[in-house]
């Protein structure tokens, strides 16, 4: 996953919020354009639209981004910063078997994942599906367990982070899978019967997930505050061209320039693909 773009009212606050709380670092900021990352890795884009409304309740759009912090330290840094900053935007916690996750919204609404994966070896999958769970998980005792006085001081400021997945709203599960599974060629890694899916690419637990928690029967997405554009980054132009080869043999409109594919998916969320190599 690459990063995500989100349009935003007040860029000054929004700028402070995912860099004073969630400890991202601004890598770059011209006119009403700001980004946001870890290690140089761009992980959240603001861009000013404040002539956009917040979009209705019960529209499709972004759920939340999830950002994957590399080491249980970081993470807990982040979540003490989250704390120290912005107690009442913290939404819950869960144990979800092959990561830790603490949730939180930013002033605008989006929502926020900050996340760990276990090991890979730990992961457990049948028939092709893995098992994720959501068990209770104490934000306090985690902070107590793994926050070091270094990360707490700001030591773990440069560590990598990134997009570990997107999690969309959508109108309904069916019309995701056709298009996220058949026409782009994620692969289903799990799904809660009817109410969301999850897929990835390569044998991750998931790169994305549609859900209809807040959304069920929404239509396409009007103008509006929230989800810009998806990023996703393709490991080589090989993939880049199977995936415009996909988009045109379904009939999706995009628009290809040989380095970058652009098209949006059936509730009007704008995805943007790039080749890594």
Do not use: C
Request: proline letters at 4%; aromatic letters at 8%; charged letters at 20%.
């Amino acid at each position: 996953m690459g990063a995500v773009t989100l349009l935003v009212g007040d860029l000054d606050g929004m700028t402070r919020f995912y860099r004073d709380v969630l400890t991202l670092q601004v890598l770059d900021a011209e006119g009403d354009t700001v980004k946001l990352g870890r290690a140089n890795r761009p992980i959240v884009v603001l861009r000013a639209e404040p002539s956009l409304r917040h979009a209705p309740a019960g529209s499709a759009g972004l759920f939340h981004t999830a950002i994957l912090f590399e080491s249980q330290t970081a993470l807990a840094a982040a979540l003490y910063s989250l704390a120290r900053h912005a107690p009442q935007t913290f939404t819950g916690s869960a144990d979800h078997l092959v990561s830790q996750a603490f949730y939180a919204t930013d002033p605008e609404g989006n929502g926020i994942e900050l996340y760990w994966d276990r090991d890979r070896s730990a992961w457990s999958w049948t028939h092709g599906r893995v098992e994720m769970a959501t068990l209770f998980l104490d934000p306090n005792a985690f902070i107590r367990e793994h926050l070091t006085d270094a990360a707490a001081a700001g030591a773990t400021a440069d560590d990598a982070a990134s997009v570990g997945h997107v999690h969309l709203s959508v109108g309904d599960v069916g019309t995701a899978r056709s298009f996220y599974v058949d026409t782009l060629g994620f692969d289903v890694t799990a799904e809660l019967s009817g109410s969301a899916l999850f897929v990835s690419a390569g044998g991750y637990h998931h790169h994305m997930a549609m859900n209809v928690w807040n959304s069920r029967g929404a239509g396409p997405r009007m103008p509006a505050l929230g989800l810009g554009r998806v990023d996703l980054a393709l490991p080589d132009r090989d993939g880049l061209g199977e995936l415009s080869e996909r988009l045109r043999h379904h009939g999706v409109q995009a628009a290809d320039d040989g380095r970058t594919v652009t098209f949006t998916d059936p509730w009007r969320n704008t995805l943007h693909a790039t080749a890594v190599a």
